[in-house]
């Protein structure tokens, strides 16, 4: 069966710290995958993509990888912030269909 | 970006009412509209996708009688729940895409909560 999932429900981490966030599918070819914000009673918010035939992407703090053989990305926030606290949900698109198939989430809390 | 507008942001209504809710792209035009449910502690899970002007595809286990899906424009659909239940409480969330556009857009989601 087709899965796609983030390791950890929740992720506790120390102001300053990095925080990696992990996604992992099952019986997908993505052509991309995406990374997004959702923050509580609100619609996700994009991040970052990553396509298939890139290894990483970075954008300010973000900094997103992408395994195609361990079908896996890795999403890190580095010098975390108490603002960053937030659910982050990772997100794949299969080639020629464009749905989003939405992995489970992590919350993740920065603590001052 | 995107704007995307989408209410009412939160609804109670009684058991065998129903609702509607809106979504607009303010600033594109979208020839794909996804609608979204979240429950609780839960992902995101596509309910069905409507092209403009024609019928809406239905994900497996969602009941195409019971969630009415409208996409006469390429800025305007609606959800109406029909006949709502309070298992249908849940978090509603649209996402209206441009042809070609890889990135998604979504509305800032409808609480509903049926009593």
């Known amino acids: 069966s087709q899965k796609i999932e983030q390791n950890s429900e929740a992720l506790n981490i120390q102001e300053g710290k990095t925080a990696t966030l992990t996604c992992n599918y099952t019986n997908y070819s993505p052509a991309y995958l995406q990374w997004y914000r959702q923050d509580p009673g609100r619609g996700p918010v994009f991040l970052l993509l990553?396509?298939?035939?890139?290894k990483e992407k970075r954008k300010e703090r973000l900094k997103v990888t992408f395994d195609t053989t361990l079908k896996q990305s890795l999403f890190h926030i580095t010098a975390s912030q108490p603002a960053d606290s937030a659910t982050y949900l990772c997100?794949?698109?299969?080639?020629?269909?464009?749905?989003?198939?939405f992995g489970t989430g992590t919350r993740l809390t920065v603590i001052p | 970006g995107a704007v995307v507008s989408q209410h009412p942001s939160w609804v109670i209504c009684k058991s065998g009412t129903s609702v509607k809710i809106e979504c607009r792209s303010l600033?594109?035009?979208?020839?794909?509209m996804f609608w979204y449910r979240q429950f609780p502690k839960q992902s995101l899970m596509l309910m069905a996708t409507?092209?403009?002007?024609?019928?809406?595809?239905?994900e497996q286990g969602v009941e195409k009688d019971k969630f009415l899906i409208n996409h006469a424009s390429l800025t305007l659909s609606t959800l109406t729940v029909t006949s709502a239940h309070p298992e249908d409480s849940s978090f509603y969330i649209c996402s209206p895409r441009r042809g070609g556009d890889t990135e998604a857009f979504f509305g800032q989601g409808t609480r509903l909560t049926v009593v």
């Open positions: 997100a794949l698109s299969q080639t020629g269909a464009n749905n989003l198939f």
């Open positions: 990553i396509r298939e035939n890139e």
């Open positions: 409507s092209n403009e002007g024609s019928k809406a595809t239905y």
């Open positions: 600033d594109f035009q979208a020839t794909t």
